[in-house]
């Protein structure tokens, strides 16, 4: 049975550079349907690869109940990952167990696209918000090759208007930038979703994990992307959202939607960093380049209760001091950090 939260057990955590928990990421699976080149390539997570069994998973009862917690204590914003976070079964009844959280103000999910053309109107009945879409070539071939399962460009596009059509809107467009492979796709991106109306995320390829042969020659900095889409589609800047967005934004001149880049690596944006993420065995890590994660499936199992976890949050956040991107080098990106398919993006 899911506990009611007491007020003896709310309140805004703060860590150690002053920055208030807000944002959750909650991986529901690690496992997913491609072989993306960038996070779970097929050298390492190949036919025999050992993913995690079911019993090790936390339950949609168990997240929910630590996602109380969490908003609780600040958190306004849940986005729903993986692994490919639809091949979990019934994730749709996750997403109306969550939406129901009071005082939780954005519910999202990202997705790869593959079965969204199936599940958008679901999880919009069920009560999520907004969805972004993983996406980093239109040409099949590139694509193909990014996400080396041979999955095909269309089918990723119906699930995106099939999600505009369920009202998940405004929909992300999210790509990975390895400038080997598709840096001469950004324009064709930004044309194509200009025109379509949904808002492109141009992503900085980053050192996460320690599979994805990381190398900064590969990185595309977010300042040469703009120049590139700038110079066929004017931009002018545009003010984020809400303090801690990661992306920065631009608006079309033409006043016809608008871009963003994410730079990890070229423009860290530790300073404002408000995510912590909970995997999908419950384990939380307070950046996306942890190397250690605080176990709170294991109390919850033992039956502890929500004053409890809430001191074990508490003792997590507080104590945070991350700053990867800040001090990023070529000893630390060769650190074993764990894996995105297992953190969550």
């Not at 703060?14 to 097929?42: A, E, G, W």
């Not at 080396?148 to 699930?159: K, M, N, T």
């Not at 800047?237 to 939607?257: H, I, Q």
């Not at 074990?312 to 990106?333: G, K, M």
């Amino acid at each position: 049975m899911v506990q009611t939260l007491r007020s003896p057990v709310r309140g805004m955590l703060i860590d150690s550079r002053q920055r208030p928990l807000r944002d959750l990421r909650i991986s529901v699976t690690d496992r997913c349907n491609f072989r993306c080149v960038y996070c779970m390539p097929k050298e390492v997570f190949g036919r025999d690869y050992k993913f995690m069994p079911s019993a090790q998973l936390l339950t949609f009862e168990e997240i929910t109940r630590l996602a109380r917690i969490f908003v609780a204590h600040g958190v306004k914003k849940i986005r729903l990952t993986g692994g490919e976070p639809l091949v979990r079964s019934d994730i749709e009844k996750l997403v109306a167990m969550l939406a129901q959280i009071e005082g939780l103000e954005d519910l999202a999910l990202t997705t790869n696209g593959s079965l969204l053309a199936r599940k958008a109107r679901a999880l919009k009945d069920a009560g999520l918000r907004r969805i972004s879409v993983s996406l980093d070539a239109l040409d099949n071939g590139i694509f193909q090759s990014m996400n080396d399962v041979g999955f095909p460009v269309e089918h990723v596009l119906e699930g995106i208007e099939a999600a505009a059509a369920a009202g998940l809107a405004p929909i992300k467009v999210n790509m990975v930038v390895k400038r080997s492979i598709n840096r001469h796709c950004i324009v064709d991106m930004a044309r194509y979703f200009h025109a379509a109306g949904h808002i492109l995320r141009i992503i900085e390829f980053m050192d996460v994990g320690h599979t994805n042969g990381w190398n900064m020659d590969e990185v595309v900095p977010a300042a040469e992307v703009i120049a590139l889409i700038n110079a066929e589609l004017p931009l002018e800047p545009f003010p984020p959202n809400y303090p801690g967005e990661v992306a920065t934004r631009f608006r079309y001149k033409d006043g016809s939607g608008e871009v963003g880049v994410i730079a990890s690596v070229t423009e860290p944006f530790c300073p404002s960093c408000t995510r912590a993420r909970l995997s999908s065995d419950g384990k939380l890590f307070t950046c996306l380049f942890g190397i250690v994660g605080t176990d709170f499936r294991t109390p919850l199992r033992l039956g502890k209760s929500d004053e409890e976890l809430s001191e074990l949050l508490r003792s997590a956040w507080t104590v945070r001091a991350d700053r990867y991107s800040e001090i990023r080098s070529s000893r630390t990106a060769a650190l074993s950090k764990v894996e995105m398919s297992y953190i969550g993006g």
